[in-house]
């Protein structure tokens, strides 16, 4: 018996929609980082993007559960002495909310070429409205 391995013009991506209003991120963030690879079908391979499309609406209504939106703090370093940033969860989210949970989703993907195009799947949204309804999204409840 051969192993099968799926071949990208064999892969049918269906499109989904999730509120994100009252959901924890990160188990949310882990929800759509496994639709998005994949894991979800009976025919997942780690190498071949055979994941699905996802539309997050109302992408800045998620919850922070303890003290995180005090605690946590995202970092950047420039490379030069002294360039180390700590920028707090609560500042961000208030400029960008979406980004909060794009890069949570995006530290649950690979981290190479295969997991920055899983990341242009996702498409999310701060508002209850998307314009991707030609694609007919079904609605998936977490």
Same mark, same amino acid.
């Given at each position: 018996?051969?192993?099968?391995?799926? @071949?990208? =013009?064999?892969?049918?991506?269906?499109? /989904?929609?999730?509120?994100?209003? &009252? +959901?924890?991120?990160?188990?949310? *963030?882990?929800?759509?980082?496994?639709?998005?690879?994949?894991?979800?079908?009976?025919?997942?391979?780690?190498?071949?993007?055979?994941?699905?499309?996802?539309?997050?609406?109302?992408?800045?209504?998620?919850?922070?559960?303890?003290? @995180?939106? =005090?605690?946590?703090?995202?970092?950047? /370093?420039?490379?030069?002495?002294? &360039? +180390?940033?700590?920028?707090?969860? *609560?500042?961000?989210?208030?400029?960008?909310?979406?980004?909060?949970?794009?890069?949570?989703?995006?530290?649950?993907?690979?981290?190479?070429?295969?997991?920055?195009?899983?990341?242009?799947?996702?498409?999310?949204?701060?508002?209850?409205?998307?314009?991707?309804?030609?694609?007919?999204?079904?609605?998936?409840?977490?």
């Amino acid at each position: 018996m051969k192993t099968l391995s799926p @071949k990208p =013009q064999d892969i049918e991506q269906k499109w /989904y929609v999730i509120d994100a209003k &009252g +959901l924890v991120l990160g188990r949310l *963030a882990s929800k759509i980082a496994g639709v998005l690879r994949g894991k979800n079908k009976p025919f997942f391979s780690p190498h071949v993007e055979c994941g699905d499309f996802i539309v997050v609406v109302n992408a800045d209504k998620y919850l922070l559960t303890g003290n @995180k939106l =005090q605690q946590k703090t995202y970092t950047s /370093y420039s490379g030069y002495p002294g &360039g +180390l940033r700590k920028t707090p969860i *609560a500042r961000v989210a208030e400029k960008k909310p979406e980004f909060v949970l794009r890069e949570a989703v995006r530290g649950m993907l690979p981290h190479n070429r295969l997991g920055r195009k899983l990341l242009k799947n996702l498409k999310l949204y701060t508002e209850s409205e998307h314009p991707h309804s030609a694609q007919k999204p079904e609605v998936m409840n977490l």
